[in-house]
């Protein structure tokens, strides 16, 4: 079967992950002046966060007709499952 749609969903969540660790960089550097380091920080969570948002855009029509097709497959009777989407056949 075909993987799960949530994977579609990863590099939007690893961009975020990301984008919270130069944040969290970001935060830790300024009261310090470390400012090579404040502005890698800036620019790094302002890159991830949109990197972010571009791929959960581009994924999200994919994952929610993904999941409308596994929850179709969970409420229809079980003999009724022989009819798969072609992708799903291996």
């Not at 960089?25 to 300024?30: D, E």
């Not at 855009?57 to 929850?71: G, S």
């Amino acid at each position: 079967m075909a993987r799960h749609p949530v994977t579609l969903l990863a590099p939007a969540a690893l961009c975020a992950l990301v984008t919270g660790v130069c944040t969290a960089l970001t935060v830790r550097a300024f009261p310090r002046g470390a400012d090579t380091f404040f502005l890698v920080g800036c620019i790094g969570a302002v890159f991830f966060a949109l990197r972010a948002v571009i791929e959960a855009r581009r994924a999200w029509p994919k994952f929610r007709t993904d999941l409308a097709h596994l929850t179709a497959l969970r409420r229809s009777a079980p003999f009724t499952r022989i009819n798969l989407r072609k992708d799903d056949i291996r």
